[in-house]
């Protein structure tokens, strides 16, 4: 139903880096900003990326962004037994509404 | 540090009307997007609409017949009716202050505070 799609999951071990696409088309990605969300299990999502590569303050210089074309991708390096969680890329679609991803599970090996 | 609760009741009845409030504290209400995201269990998020403090509003268009927010400046509220509910709005509803701006040929939008969530069931 998403028109963001994000793999189902990704995987790496403490230390090493993940990276998480999110392809969309012109109708969203491909013209607008891209953000980018940590859902911790049992939790509220949590802001990690804004126009498509700034921090919030607070969110370490482990987690970034990009964007080209109709896709994003969001990478974490480093990783921790503290990042296993879902993230959801999110943008504004021209039928005009806010759309998230279909989201991606990160586990720590 | 704003904040934001949901609140409302756990369970509503096939058919009736879905409702939840939103109570803002630790910052204005004023100048800022105010939007409701719902997510079934085990599944993703969906925007179900925001509402400007001034109180012009914006609907998901799957969901925008059966979709009303409001809001309280006065008491820094905004609120969710979502009338005709079936079990598939069964859902986590979380309420969010959102941040969008235009520029550059380009929207910018981002949820940076949110609520706990407030799980809604609906069944019989």
């Known amino acids: 139903q998403s028109v963001l799609t994000q793999p189902p999951s990704v995987s790496a071990a403490p230390g090493q880096k993940v990276t998480i696409s999110c392809s969309g088309s012109?109708?969203?990605?491909?013209?607008?900003?891209v953000s980018w969300y940590q859902q911790l299990p049992g939790t509220a999502p949590k802001l990690l990326i804004y126009?498509?590569?700034k921090r919030p303050s607070g969110i370490p210089d482990r987690f970034s962004g990009s964007k080209s074309g109709t896709s994003a991708t969001l990478g974490i390096t480093g990783l921790q037994t503290g990042d296993e969680a879902d993230y959801y890329c999110g943008t504004w679609d021209s039928s005009l509404s806010d759309v998230f991803g279909t989201g991606t599970k990160v586990t720590v090996l | 540090q704003v904040q934001l609760q949901e609140s409302g009741p756990g369970l509503v009845k096939p058919s009736e009307t879905l409702s939840l409030t939103c109570t803002v504290s630790g910052g204005s209400i004023t100048s800022y997007y105010w939007s409701w995201i719902r997510q079934p269990p085990e599944k993703g998020l969906e925007w179900i609409g925001y509402i400007y403090y001034s109180g012009s509003t914006n609907y998901n268009p799957s969901l925008k017949s059966r979709v009303t927010i409001s809001v309280d400046t006065s008491k820094s509220q905004f609120s969710l009716k979502l009338s005709s509910v079936t079990a598939a709005d069964t859902a986590v509803y979380y309420c969010?202050?959102?941040?969008?701006?235009?520029?550059?040929?380009?929207?910018?939008?981002?949820?940076?505070?949110w609520g706990q969530g407030s799980l809604v069931t609906v069944s019989s």
């Open positions: 126009d498509n590569n």
């Open positions: 969010a202050r959102e941040e969008r701006y235009y520029g550059s040929g380009s929207y910018s939008s981002r949820f940076d505070y």
């Open positions: 012109s109708s969203n990605i491909g013209n607008n900003y």
